[in-house]
């Protein structure tokens, strides 16, 4: 069975910092750009960040670039969305996404294959 798993969620204060993790299981992230998105209540699905197959090229949204980094370990089949100088507006649940198609400027150039189960982050005071 495919799946994608994610962890470390929970609710920071403002200005604070959170780490994601999400492990693939039942297939090679290898062989995939992989990505997050997240969905704030009332709010559309957007893709934060992703990574290509190799690690080696990366894309933000504006909304979090300078705060967020994605990076990725192949050999333990997991990727990890650092989050810095958390705001408010990063309230959301948070998806880790496998895509078949390339991390590029702008994003995947493909939509997700498969899909973790969230997790949440709230930003609160």
């Known amino acids: 069975q495919l799946q994608l798993v994610e962890s470390g969620g929970g609710l920071v204060q403002p200005g604070g910092s959170l780490r994601l993790s999400c492990v693939g299981s039942g297939f090679t992230l290898n062989y995939y750009a992989m990505g997050w998105f997240r969905q704030a209540p009332g709010k559309e699905r957007e893709e934060v960040s992703c990574?290509?197959?190799?690690?080696?090229?990366?894309n933000y949204a504006d909304s979090v670039k300078g705060r967020f980094t994605i990076s990725r370990d192949n050999t333990k089949n997991t990727v990890a969305l650092q989050m810095n100088s958390l705001k408010f507006e990063d309230t959301a649940v948070y998806y880790c996404a496998a895509s078949p198609g390339r991390c590029r400027t702008g994003g995947m150039s493909t939509g997700p294959r498969n899909w973790g189960q969230g997790t949440q982050v709230t930003v609160s005071s």
């Open positions: 990574i290509s197959s190799s690690g080696d090229f990366t």
